[in-house]
């Protein structure tokens, strides 16, 4: 058995991993590369392997840097069954719908504008492959082997996300683990991951392998920030991003109001994705902390605000509320209108609520910017800007080593990926020191024989 690195080899995204057997591929998650131009570009190169010899996709989760080049895949020819867990496999619905509109609007406008290299720019995949690829999807539950060729396939709990799992890979008498992204012990909404079997051999993320996450109560401190902006009148934006942050705000702010901790205000979920996946949180409530009755609270504490003219029309009402939208780095999104509207009065607070890549609005305001170009013109902005810390969704690299620590037996070697190239040899250096495990941290395209 052999594994080669396709993505996730030196970046914090594109994860793809392509194990072979006897003349069999296996690919475990199939992502878009994400960030930088010169990391985006990648997904426009032809896919390194021939798509039709893969045999079947496996998928960690849904995001997109799991999941998003699947409608490629299948336009470069891959006929085979993608294997995912049923929430896994619903989030991705609607997320690859999303990308695609996205990626058939992002060509319109350069078309429209004329600055694209290509004549005429065309998205990398469309809706329309978005929902043929979900015709070759196939679910299997937590704990449910599913055999694909030589390979057994196994999903376990790995909290991070609705339907997020590790899997674990058996072939001809051997085994291999991805941890895919691994969620935190004490997530306020999603279950603490499994515990890891012992396996031959490992891929661990390394998305926070040099970090710790900050001390202090993420609930007390938005309980502070909405406090004292309703004293003086003031509404609240939340960026947020629509898969598992938008919920954990929600899921805070209604403790907080049943708490008395703060006042009840209304509060208004814009973003039709957030509130698809609102409703993906309610019919999986088995699988997150919350519960049926949890999930039935969000759902009555919120104005669900799906269609453009009822979002335009929260401008108008100046009383104090909470508009929770995205985009959660405010790099698109319904937010932006928001900023627009309510960013340059002071009595307002903006809450950045996770982390803000560099070269975001997010970033910038947390730099503190007073001015934003949006739509092509500056917006004032004179509102408060506040941070809550402590909701990130990646255990920290001393999360990751106590769930790692407990396995039985080491494995013969750790392949460290999913990470910037200072947080993967971070963690390369901590498995080595710590537990004593050979470990290493693969480069792009680089192939190993598991043997």
């Known amino acids: 058995m052999k594994i080669k690195f396709l993505g996730a080899a030196g970046t914090v995204t594109g994860s793809r991993y392509l194990l072979s057997h006897e003349g069999c591929s296996l690919l475990i998650d199939c992502g878009l590369f994400q960030g930088v131009k010169n990391i985006r570009s990648r997904n426009w190169k032809p896919f390194p ?36 867990t049923p929430a ?5 619905d609607i997320l690859l719908e999303d990308s695609a509109h996205l990626q058939e609007e992002d060509a319109r406008h350069a078309n429209r504008h004329g600055y694209s290299k290509h004549h005429p720019a065309e998205p990398l995949y469309t809706a329309d492959d978005a929902r043929r690829v979900m015709k070759q999807f196939r679910s299997a539950g937590f704990d449910e082997a599913v055999n694909i060729g030589p390979y057994r396939v196994t999903f376990a709990r790995a909290g991070h996300i609705l339907g997020a799992a590790s899997v674990r890979v058996d072939c001809a008498g051997r085994s291999i683990t991805f941890s895919g992204d691994v969620g935190r012990p004490d997530d306020p909404v999603m279950h603490a991951p499994d515990r890891l079997a012992a396996s031959d051999w490992l891929v661990v993320e390394s998305t926070y392998g040099d970090r710790l996450h900050p001390e202090g109560d993420p609930c007390e401190a938005l309980a502070g920030i909405v406090s004292r902006t309703t004293a003086r009148g003031g509404t609240l934006l939340l960026p947020s991003f629509a898969v598992g942050r938008a919920q954990t705000l929600m899921y805070l702010l209604s403790r907080l109001m049943d708490e008395h901790r703060i006042p009840e205000l209304p509060v208004f979920l814009d973003s039709p994705m957030a509130i698809d996946v609102t409703g993906v949180f309610r019919r999986f409530h088995g699988e997150h902390r919350l519960g049926q009755d949890a999930c039935d609270r969000l759902h009555a504490m919120v ?8 979002s335009e029309a929260l401008a108008s009402i100046r009383y104090p509320k909470i508009i929770i939208a995205g985009a959660g780095m405010l790099n698109g999104g319904r937010i932006l209108h928001h900023l627009i509207a309510f960013g340059g009065d002071p009595r307002n607070t903006v809450v950045i609520a996770g982390y803000q890549a560099e070269g975001t609005r997010g970033d910038a305001l947390l730099r503190g910017a007073r001015s934003l170009r949006i739509f092509g013109r500056d917006a004032a902005i004179h509102c408060e800007v506040a941070m809550v810390e402590g909701l990130s969704a990646h255990a920290d690299y001393r999360e990751m080593l106590d769930w790692l620590k407990p396995v039985e037996r080491a494995p013969h070697r750790v392949f460290v990926t999913h990470g910037e190239p200072v947080a993967a040899d971070s963690l390369r250096q901590k498995l080595e020191h710590e537990l004593g495990w050979s470990a290493v941290v693969p480069e792009q395209d680089e192939e190993f024989e598991l043997a």
């Open 49 to 84: 392997v021939a798509a039709n010899d893969i045999a079947a996709v496996v998928l960690t989760h849904a995001h997109l840097d799991h999941s998003g080049y699947l409608p490629r895949l299948m336009r470069e020819g891959f006929t085979g069954s993608v294997w995912a």
């Open 88 to 92: 896994t496999r619903e989030l991705v």
């Open 303 to 310: 104005t669900c605000t799906r269609k453009p003219e009822e």
